[in-house]
């Protein structure tokens, strides 16, 4: 159990923690498909694209490969994987719809008002998130979800990805915060759950999407949980 009487700060993560976005993301690819007439059924891509968008979020969080070519192999690998023959010349314009509307769909997981609610009135509440600033802050207030927070901590304007100790201490500066009386709540065990246990702060993990178990925190399956913990 997380020690109620010193915790000031909780930051959460966005996707995949708060905003769906598995569920967001399969209708931007409705959406796109419809618009660029792709004649390929919606169901195998997306069940390529899951696995394939997580690989390359991790080499992307390591620095191993650019924003763009995240946003460009993520694409060509998955048409790949389901054999479809994509014009290639058109994996940029594809790419920028997928940015362009994925910030428009809405959906959280269950639970979310009702528990960003109930800490708003005991904690200061923050983001902190890898995802791509501008379309981050889209997300943020397109849902609803701008009221409930404080400061927005994005890897792209601080220049550092989750797990790098460098984005939580510059998140505890930035809010003025102690990271004994902080705690981080994801859904990855590599960037939020570790990143923030090996900097100093309590974690509490959203396994929205089946990782292994640990004892590195309490581990949840529903936002409704957590309240247990805090």
């Given at each position: 159990?997380?020690?109620?009487?010193?915790?000031?700060?909780?930051?959460?993560?966005?996707?995949?923690?708060?905003?769906?976005?598995?569920?967001?993301?399969?209708?931007?690819?409705?959406?796109?498909?419809?618009?660029?007439?792709?004649?390929?059924?919606?169901?195998?891509?997306?069940?390529?694209?899951e696995g394939i968008n997580h690989n390359f979020w991790k080499?992307?969080?390591?620095?191993?490969?650019?924003?763009?070519?995240?946003?460009?192999?993520?694409?060509?690998?998955?048409?790949?994987?389901?054999?479809?023959?994509?014009?290639?010349?058109?994996?940029?314009?594809?790419?920028?719809?997928?940015?362009?509307?994925?910030?428009?769909?809405?959906?959280?997981?269950?639970?979310?008002?009702?528990?960003?609610?109930?800490?708003?009135?005991?904690?200061?509440?923050?983001?902190?998130?890898?995802?791509f600033d501008k379309v981050q802050h889209y997300k943020i207030?397109?849902?609803?979800?701008?009221?409930?927070?404080?400061?927005?901590?994005?890897?792209e304007k601080v220049g550092y990805k989750k797990p790098n100790?460098?984005?939580?201490?510059?998140?505890?500066?930035?809010?003025?915060?102690?990271?004994?009386?902080?705690?981080?709540?994801?859904?990855?065990?590599?960037?939020?759950?570790?990143?923030?246990?090996?900097?100093?702060?309590?974690?509490?993990?959203?396994?929205?999407?089946?990782?292994?178990?640990?004892?590195?925190?309490?581990?949840?399956?529903?936002?409704?949980?957590?309240?247990?913990?805090?």
């Amino acid at each position: 159990m997380l020690n109620k009487g010193i915790l000031c700060n909780i930051f959460f993560d966005l996707d995949h923690t708060l905003w769906d976005f598995e569920k967001n993301s399969s209708l931007t690819f409705e959406r796109i498909f419809e618009e660029m007439n792709i004649q390929t059924a919606i169901d195998p891509f997306l069940s390529a694209y899951e696995g394939i968008n997580h690989n390359f979020w991790k080499l992307y969080r390591e620095n191993k490969i650019t924003q763009i070519e995240l946003r460009h192999q993520r694409l060509i690998e998955t048409f790949k994987a389901i054999d479809y023959d994509f014009d290639l010349k058109k994996i940029s314009t594809l790419s920028e719809l997928y940015i362009r509307y994925l910030s428009t769909f809405t959906n959280l997981f269950d639970g979310a008002f009702k528990l960003l609610e109930e800490l708003k009135k005991k904690y200061k509440l923050h983001i902190i998130t890898n995802g791509f600033d501008k379309v981050q802050h889209y997300k943020i207030k397109n849902s609803g979800l701008s009221p409930y927070f404080d400061k927005i901590i994005t890897a792209e304007k601080v220049g550092y990805k989750k797990p790098n100790p460098i984005i939580f201490k510059y998140a505890i500066n930035l809010t003025a915060s102690k990271f004994s009386e902080s705690i981080m709540i994801g859904d990855s065990l590599e960037a939020d759950i570790l990143g923030a246990v090996n900097s100093g702060m309590g974690a509490i993990h959203f396994n929205s999407h089946n990782e292994p178990v640990h004892d590195y925190c309490p581990i949840v399956k529903t936002l409704n949980e957590i309240k247990n913990f805090i």
